[in-house]
């Protein structure tokens, strides 16, 4: 199933093949949907991996104003766009605002994600 690229978000069981074309902004808002359903049980998260290719790992998550990604370890070289909202990565000495359109590279380090607003962002992450 091609996706035009205005067209909607693909479904959270595949992954895009080589050649497709799908919208973030329109994923974005469609993650944000189910990050926002307090039926899903879900911390105030969604997340879909859009691109798996060997040694490439491209995925929207989507927050609900006021929820986190806890502390974790840096995945390797990675970035973070922010796509829509207002996130914050934090580490212990340093904090990153990002509003739309912004980028940053991952410290190599532990980090952790707020979202000041309901928020998608677009983690891109070289695999070892």
Same mark, same amino acid.
């Given at each position: 199933?091609s996706?035009?690229?205005?067209?909607?978000?693909?479904?959270?069981?595949? &992954?895009? $093949?080589? #050649?497709e074309? =799908?919208?973030?902004?329109?994923? @974005?808002?469609?993650? /944000?949907?189910?990050?926002?359903?307090?039926?899903?049980?879900?911390?105030?998260?969604?997340?879909?991996?859009?691109?798996?290719?060997?040694?490439?790992?491209?995925?929207?998550?989507?927050?609900?104003?006021?929820?986190?990604?806890?502390? &974790?370890? $840096?995945p #390797?070289?990675? =970035?973070?766009?922010?796509?829509? @909202?207002?996130?914050? /990565?934090?580490?212990?000495?340093?904090?990153?605002?990002?509003?739309?359109?912004?980028?940053?590279?991952?410290?190599?380090?532990?980090?952790?994600?707020?979202?000041?607003?309901?928020?998608?962002?677009?983690?891109?992450?070289?695999?070892?």
């Amino acid at each position: 199933m091609s996706t035009h690229h205005n067209g909607p978000a693909r479904s959270p069981e595949t &992954h895009l $093949a080589a #050649g497709e074309v =799908t919208n973030l902004p329109a994923m @974005g808002e469609q993650l /944000l949907a189910d990050a926002r359903s307090a039926t899903a049980g879900n911390s105030g998260r969604a997340a879909r991996t859009v691109v798996a290719l060997p040694g490439l790992r491209v995925t929207v998550i989507a927050l609900a104003s006021g929820s986190e990604l806890a502390e &974790h370890e $840096a995945p #390797g070289a990675a =970035t973070l766009t922010c796509l829509t @909202g207002r996130v914050t /990565l934090n580490t212990t000495d340093r904090t990153w605002p990002l509003g739309q359109g912004d980028i940053v590279a991952i410290p190599d380090q532990r980090h952790s994600l707020t979202a000041e607003t309901d928020a998608a962002v677009l983690l891109t992450v070289r695999l070892a």
